[in-house]
């Protein structure tokens, strides 16, 4: 999937709102300063954007709201760096840049009349989100449809208030953390447990998308392959520190793959032999 309209040129955004999700991570709504941005912007879940402080540098950032929504793009980030930290320094109303959107998009509309298990494990549920919104838009289209979302701890699990409303639309949403604390009565252990226990009635028509800490994708696409699903049917959301976003620069290859233009989002069967090579 190709970025619209310029690659290379900086959008100017300002920041509209900002939602503090745990110790470490916000949620950014931004919107365009100019018309003719926000009119020619286009995503899809799964994509992401390069998020510009002047003077800083830039970052690559999922898109974790409303993917349709071009008045209205909200990121989750973790402030773990230059970038980031500068991000969580903004004030309502500050403007930054921005490029994009970039990479490949989980593959949804193949997954019309199959069911879906979504594995989200930490951050990793910021890019699985807007598949969750496409999904309840489209509810009829999609059989059963699982969230399965793993955190270290009940305080670092995102999105944790909107839970309930996924379920009222039908989808089944489980969550586990790895340490339990007093507001927390539900699961306890590492989040492939949810996807050893869940019922899977089609196996073969089943599509399983998972973004995450890689070991935790690695055991989920194990689990998956172990309960019956086609590897086909198993799609990944990759992370490498990446510089260009556009395929140029090198920063993010893997294998043959540049994960910038090529993913994030990849099929199972082409990333499968680069995944399992340590430190790549
Ligand atoms: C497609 C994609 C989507 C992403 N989506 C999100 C998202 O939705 N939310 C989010 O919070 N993050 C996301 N990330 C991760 C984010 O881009 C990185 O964490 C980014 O490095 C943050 O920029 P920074 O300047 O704040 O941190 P940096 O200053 O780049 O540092 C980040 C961390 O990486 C380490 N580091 C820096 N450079 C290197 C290097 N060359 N090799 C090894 N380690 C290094 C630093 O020590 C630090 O711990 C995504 C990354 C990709 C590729």
Redesign the pocket.
């Known amino acids: 999937m190709r970025p619209t309209g310029q690659p290379w040129k900086t959008a100017a955004i300002r920041v509209v709102g900002i939602r503090v999700e745990t110790s470490d991570?916000n949620s950014y709504e931004f919107q365009f300063l100019r018309d003719l941005d926000r009119s020619t912007y286009a995503a899809s879940p799964g994509q992401?954007n390069m998020l510009y402080l002047p003077g800083?540098?830039?970052?690559?950032?999922?898109?974790?709201g409303d993917a349709a929504r071009n008045d209205r793009l909200v990121?989750?980030?973790?402030?773990?760096?230059?970038?980031?930290?500068?991000?969580n320094e903004l004030p309502i109303g500050a403007t930054l840049g921005m490029r994009g959107a970039?990479?490949s998009a989980w593959p949804i509309d193949t997954c019309v009349g199959n069911d879906l298990i979504l594995v989200g494990g930490g951050?990793g549920l910021?890019?699985l989100r807007p598949v969750i919104y496409e999904v309840i838009r489209r509810r009829q289209a999609f059989g059963e449809v699982s969230v399965l979302i793993g955190a270290r701890s009940p305080g670092d699990m995102l999105y944790r208030d909107e839970f309930e409303a996924w379920r009222r639309a039908g989808i089944d949403v489980q969550a586990t953390v790895d340490r339990a604390d007093g507001n927390w009565d539900g699961h306890i252990g590492v989040v492939t447990l949810l996807l050893d226990r869940l019922p899977i009635a089609r196996p073969q028509e089943t599509t399983l998308m998972t973004c995450g800490p890689q070991v935790m994708m690695q055991y989920a696409i194990q689990t998956a392959l172990g309960r019956g699903l086609a590897k086909r049917r198993l799609w990944i959301?990759?992370?490498?520190?990446?510089n260009c976003a556009v395929g140029t620069c090198g920063?993010?290859q893997l294998g043959p793959w540049f994960?910038?233009k090529d993913?994030?989002v990849l099929g199972y069967p082409s990333i499968e032999r680069w995944m399992e090579v340590v430190d790549l």
């Open positions: 991570v992401f800083v540098g830039e970052a690559a950032i999922s898109i974790s990121h989750t980030v973790r402030h773990v760096g230059s970038v980031t930290s500068a991000l970039f990479g951050i910021a890019p959301s990759m992370e490498r520190h990446m920063h993010c994960i910038c993913g994030p």
